[in-house]
């Protein structure tokens, strides 16, 4: 079974309409994190939360918010969908050693289409 | 601010060829460096990371990068690609501040492109 989990995998919405991306891990990580993919521009953080009290903006945090719902659970929405947010978006989880962030490990990514 | 630049945003190359995907980054703190492989229609997997240590990191799949600090790069090597190899190569650089805290920023990726 897959460490980093994400739902739903695969989302067409149209302009306008509110959208949650869910992702579970069972891997007993702190941290977890939010990024979107664009061709040519890597990954881009969108929010990220150190446990489940803390959240963070990130680069591109504008038209997103996201809920830590447990240890385990960070969701991402997107409150009223524009069709530039339509991208691949995968969910990250680390562990804090010593304060620090470790290596980050992936979801299989949501890719979203806006119309 | 920290950057991360992937000079080649493609590269072709032939079956049991070596390649090199090149990768730079700025930063005035010590950094913590990772390459990550992203075969098509799947999320990002892990390749190898420096910390500290040897310069020389090998990876999975036969995969190497070197670290060099004075030219601040990360270069990722293989000495003969296969065509499973097909798949786009992601930088990324770790640095921690006490503004920012963690941040991992990723350069725009290295597509390769392995013919047979």
């Known amino acids: 079974d897959a460490d980093v989990t994400q739902t739903p995998r695969n989302r067409i919405t149209k302009t306008g309409k509110r959208i949650m991306l869910e992702c579970s891990q069972t891997k007993g990580h702190d941290r977890m994190y939010w990024y979107r993919q664009d061709p040519g521009l890597g990954l881009q953080l969108i929010y990220y939360?150190?446990?489940?009290?803390?959240?963070n903006k990130g680069e591109i945090s504008d038209g997103y918010s996201v809920s830590r719902q447990a240890q385990a659970k960070f969701s991402l929405s997107l409150e009223s969908a524009i069709p530039n947010q339509t991208a691949l978006y995968f969910c990250?989880?680390?562990?804090?050693?010593?304060?620090?962030?470790?290596?980050?490990?992936f979801g299989p990514g949501t890719r979203l289409t806006v119309l | 601010a920290q950057s991360v630049t992937q000079l080649d945003s493609q590269v072709p190359v032939f079956e049991e060829a070596p390649v090199e995907l090149r990768c730079n980054y700025s930063s005035s703190v010590s950094v913590y460096l990772f390459w990550y492989v992203q075969y098509p229609n799947q999320g990002l997997q892990l390749l190898l990371k420096y910390l500290s240590g040897s310069t020389l990191v090998k990876g999975i799949n036969g995969f190497e990068a070197e670290f060099n600090k004075s030219q601040t790069s990360f270069h990722l090597r293989k000495p003969s690609v296969h065509i499973s190899d097909t798949a786009e190569y992601f930088c990324?650089?770790?640095?921690?501040?006490?503004?920012?805290?963690?941040?991992?920023?990723f350069g725009g990726g290295t597509r390769v492109l392995v013919k047979p």
């Open positions: 990250a989880t680390s562990e804090s050693i010593g304060g620090n962030t470790d290596t980050q490990y």
């Open positions: 990324a650089v770790l640095i921690w501040s006490a503004s920012a805290g963690n941040k991992l920023t």
């Open positions: 939360s150190f446990d489940v009290k803390d959240i």
